[in-house]
């Protein structure tokens, strides 16, 4: 390796840890720095491959060392170190953007989870049933703690905001919630106020979506909140009036009317239904784009080892002399095609994963709550069961074209 890898090389490995453990700290672009992370992080192992390649072949070829095939197909991806990662790179790209996306998506998921779950501390909920929303009549006849949900804006973005209307089941950090009373206050979560800047005292402009802003003044500092701002339901009310009732949460079973166009329902239940739709729509767009994303990288495996395979013409023809079946010698690039995968996926994995390490911690951060790293690891198995395919594929059929013998 030249100078200039080792030193860019490392660089670049550098910036994407720095990134990675930056992510750490962020609340509001955790989803930018992780690509930037693993973008670096891909950079640098690509200039560094001569150096981080052979250990990995070593590791990876152990299983089949003792076969003559293995050894063969071994010490040809330690000589030829840089045609090893020059193939092993497009795998790496595609596999680590794969990881890095559904684990992404998963991981966010199971923490908006437990973000949901930490903020309904009951055991029934009164919903709406054909009904856009619930009906002040439902509302009043079921008792329990009910929210209005709405969009409020300040600084250069949108937050979520709630209306609430009794006690909230939000820790406390600073402040009172009993003082959120009126139209001239509220309530942030630790991350918003931290995001902003804010403190109990706090006088910031807040645009409602009636387009009217007015200052309100933090009165509480919360952890584990449901939403960024929290308001009083009848402030959500004056400025948003097509707000609609959010389901209200019941801690105990409680008879309403039948004429209010509301069922009660087992908090459990309606959660995993809520999930399990958002789940629904939210993996038909991610499939979609590591779909997109598998089609154009795999035009880049076929490419490469293509060409690379027909390079390697003479090296093959010479086998073939040397005593070779065609059979072993098609065995031969089949097998350097999977060790060439095997690399790229183990190294795009380790990319994925430095990112999501740091997404994982942000998460937690912001949130209060432990989040876990979770990885789709089905999906994540079918792209490399795809670049797998597609390496042999190409692999071994102009191999197999190329022993054989010239037509008279």
């Known amino acids: 390796m030249t100078a200039g890898r080792w030193v860019f090389g490392a660089l670049f490995t550098i910036v994407g840890v720095v990134l990675g453990v930056f992510i750490a700290g962020e609340s509001d672009s955790v989803i930018q720095y992780s690509f930037y992370a693993a973008g670096t ?3 640098g192992l690509s200039l560094l491959a001569p150096a981080v390649i052979p250990p990995l072949v070593r590791a990876v070829s152990w299983p089949v060392r003792s076969t003559a095939i293995g050894m063969l197909v071994r010490q040809g991806a330690l000589t030829a170190v840089r045609r090893t990662a020059s193939t092993a790179a497009p795998v790496l790209v595609t596999v680590g953007f794969a990881v890095l996306v559904t684990g992404m998506v998963e991981t966010n998921v199971g923490a908006n989870g437990l973000r949901r779950a930490a903020a309904v501390q009951a055991q029934w909920v009164l919903a709406p049933q054909d009904t856009p929303g619930l009906t002040d009549a439902a509302v009043s006849a079921a008792g329990g703690s009910s929210t209005l949900p709405t969009t409020v804006y300040t600084g250069d973005r949108p937050f979520s905001a709630i209306g609430v209307a009794g006690k909230s089941k939000a820790d406390v950090i600073a402040g009172d919630l009993q003082d959120l009373r009126g139209g001239q206050t509220m309530a942030v979560a630790e991350w918003t106020a931290r995001e902003r800047g804010w403190r109990v005292g ?9 387009g009217r802003s007015l200052r309100l003044t933090v009165v509480a500092v919360l952890k584990k909140a449901p939403a960024d701002i929290l308001l009083t339901r009848q402030t959500v009310r004056d400025h948003d009036p097509s707000a609609l009732t959010e389901p209200v949460y019941l801690p105990t079973l409680t008879a309403v009317p039948a004429d209010t166009g509301a069922v009660i329902e087992k908090v459990t239940d309606r959660m995993a239904g809520i999930e399990e739709h958002e789940d629904e729509l939210v993996w038909v767009f991610v499939l979609i784009l590591v779909g997109l994303s598998v089609g154009y990288s795999a035009i ?6 293509l060409m690379a395979t027909a390079n390697r013409t003479t090296d093959l023809r010479t086998l073939r002399l040397s005593g070779a079946t065609t059979g072993q010698v098609l065995r031969t690039v089949a097998l350097e095609s999977t060790l060439v995968v ?4 183990l190294l795009g994995i380790a990319v994925a994963v430095t990112a999501l390490v740091g997404i994982t911690t942000g998460l937690t951060n912001m949130i209060g ?4 790293m979770i990885l789709p690891w089905p999906i994540i198995g079918a792209v490399i069961g795809i670049c797998l395919l597609l390496a042999v594929a190409v692999s071994v059929i102009p191999a ?7 037509r008279p």
Do not use: K
């Open 41 to 43: 992080l891909i950079v």
């Open 202 to 210: 706090t006088a910031a402009p807040v645009v409602f979506e009636d």
């Open 300 to 305: 880049s495996i076929a490419n490469t080892l």
């Open 342 to 345: 095997a690399i790229g996926a």
């Open 369 to 372: 709550m432990t989040v876990s």
């Open 400 to 406: 197999r074209t190329a022993l054989q013998p010239p």
